[in-house]
């Protein structure tokens, strides 16, 4: 993981204020940098000591154009 758990919290509350009980939900990071992009096929996992951890397959979206 590149950033912590503790940065990703920091920037959720960062300038503004948020009910209790937020649900933080993570798979391209909150402040990607310009050059990281997710490929088909890359995983994201995401674990928190104590709680456990939540992996998920990136998949290349397939376009369906219907009239």
Request: hydrophobic share 45%; no cysteine; proline share 1%.
């Amino acid at each position: 993981m590149r950033r912590t758990f503790d940065e990703l919290v920091g920037w959720v509350f960062r300038g503004q204020e948020r009910a209790d009980g937020v649900v933080l939900s993570t798979g391209t990071m909150l402040v990607p940098d310009l050059e990281t992009t997710l490929e088909d096929g890359d995983v994201v996992v995401i674990e928190i000591d104590g709680v456990g951890a939540m992996s998920n397959v990136v998949q290349r979206a397939v376009a369906s154009l219907t009239a």
